[in-house]
């Protein structure tokens, strides 16, 4: 009841941001949360919006009742990229989200420092002049070799 209770907390607040900023949630997977940009439709900003709605989703970390165990650590991953989406199964049909764009931005996502947000350099490139950024540096990401890395501290 416990878990439920923090992660209803945690997900209705991050549902709430991602319709906030018009992004796609893909789905939640235990107590990670999925959210796309730039689909089903085209956003030019998507990777403005993307950067906005992590940074908030941190600080719903900061706002854990202490009821519910009080503030959490979150990681964030970003990546930037093409993918494959679509609606997959009958019985419980869900919108899905498939390739390297994904698997790298859940690796940064594991690779990312407590209570940050971790992207590569195709995202930084997008979006520099709007946000600050810290240099993480190479990091190792498991079937995929090594990629400098950004961490995104806010916006300029």
Not at 73 to 92: D, Q, S
Not at 104 to 115: C, D, G, M, S
Request: hydrophobic share 40%; glycine share 10%.
């Amino acid at each position: 009841e416990e878990v439920v209770d923090f992660l209803n907390f945690l997900f209705t607040r991050f549902d709430a941001l991602a319709e906030k900023y018009e992004l796609e949630k893909i789905k939640t997977l235990g107590d990670s949360f999925m959210v796309a940009g730039g689909m089903p439709e085209p956003q030019a900003d998507h990777v403005e919006r993307i950067c906005d709605l992590a940074l908030e989703m941190l600080n719903v970390g900061k706002e854990m009742p202490p009821e519910l165990g009080g503030q959490f650590e979150l990681r964030i991953g970003i990546h930037t990229g093409p993918a494959v989406a679509g609606v997959i199964g009958t019985r419980k049909p869900a919108y899905d989200v498939w390739g390297d764009t994904v698997n790298i931005a859940a690796r940064l996502e594991k690779a990312a420092a407590v209570n940050s947000i971790l992207l590569c350099e195709t995202t930084k490139e997008k979006i520099e002049g709007l946000f600050d950024f810290t240099l993480r540096g190479e990091v190792s990401l498991k079937g995929k070799g090594d990629l400098t890395a950004w961490y995104l501290n806010g916006r300029v």
